[in-house]
């Protein structure tokens, strides 16, 4: 089935819920590509039920499961892939205050979330913020090395911690970043209150370009990436007026890449881009791994 009949099926299904048929079943009794997508899914959540139901002449199945208190609805083709994901009981939902981040329309940019939620650590399954975590991607050469430090960073009144981002080129520092993250301990969502940025030229700090902290100078937080994304999310990273506006669309979440640290299936895809240039940046994260692709950057061993 081509992309678009997968949207109308998972359309059809949840604005109409016209099964033929339902079937309880359990994990062991769906198609190995369910079972993977199923595996991926419960990354950090916990398996309610699983319902085989027949829509529109087409086998799916509906997964309930419960990440950080809160019940979500996953709906599963035959194939592995993923039609939907609807959080059925969020919290703030029916107060109409829009914590859980919409597919299709604009660019979000505001997120009413409690800063009291937020936490420097978290199992986000693409971007885990455990302390010592170390990820490290190659293109030929230069290198990409991406560590979660122990220390945290206190940003526009929330205790953030620290994604650190060292890259090489040529065998030379080129760039330092420490990325300022909290995760959401209800939804696992994580938020980017900014960064501190060192750009290296011969060895030595040249400047300090694109770095940027919320709380200074009109900047907000934004949302790195949500726990669970969804096809056509489309949301700003860093909202800092003139200085950095990163914003991404979640193009896929069961894209299969292959990288010199081996064969990573059911990740998501975001298509990065900013109202500050006409550059287009591609990243892959993998489930209970996180990003694995950062354009030519590749994984080059398993953390």
Not at 7 to 20: E, K, N, P, R, S
Not at 102 to 128: C, H, M
Not at 154 to 164: F, K, P, Q, S, Y
Request: charged share 25%; aromatic share 6%; glycine share 10%.
């Amino acid at each position: 089935m081509k992309a678009g009949g997968a949207v109308a099926l998972a359309m059809t299904f949840a604005a109409y819920g016209c099964a033929i048929k339902e079937t309880k079943v359990a994990v062991d009794q769906t198609p190995d590509a369910v079972r993977r997508a199923v595996q991926s899914e419960l990354a950090g959540a916990e398996l309610e039920d699983i319902a085989r139901k027949t829509v529109d002449g087409q086998t799916v199945y509906e997964t309930d499961i419960i990440r950080n208190g809160h019940k979500w609805e996953v709906v599963i083709r035959e194939d592995g892939a993923i039609l939907s994901r609807i959080q059925e009981e969020a919290v703030d939902a029916a107060a109409g205050t829009g914590n859980s981040v919409q597919a299709g329309g604009g660019w979000r940019e505001r997120f009413d979330v409690s800063k009291a939620d937020l936490l420097p650590t978290g199992n986000n399954p693409y971007i885990p913020m455990t302390p010592g975590r170390v990820l490290r991607l190659k293109n030929g050469i230069d290198t990409l090395t991406i560590t979660i430090l122990t220390g945290t960073q206190e940003v526009d009144g929330v205790r953030a911690g620290v994604l650190e981002e060292r890259e090489t080129k040529n065998g030379k520092l080129v760039e330092v970043s420490r990325n300022f993250l909290a995760t959401d301990q209800k939804t696992g969502d994580v938020y980017y209150f900014g960064e501190d940025v060192d750009n290296y030229k011969d060895g030595k700090i040249v400047d300090h370009e694109s770095a940027w902290r919320a709380g200074v100078r009109g900047a907000r937080f934004g949302l790195m990436i949500p726990a669970m994304p969804a096809v056509g999310q489309r949301f700003y990273q860093e909202i800092a007026p003139k200085v950095a506006m990163d914003r991404v669309e979640v193009v896929s979440t069961n894209e299969t890449v292959k990288t010199p640290a081996g064969l990573f299936e059911h990740c998501v895809h975001l298509r990065e881009t900013t109202p500050l240039e006409n550059d287009v940046s591609h990243k892959y994260f993998a489930p209970g791994v996180g990003i694995i692709k950062d354009d030519e950057f590749e994984l080059a061993e398993r953390p």
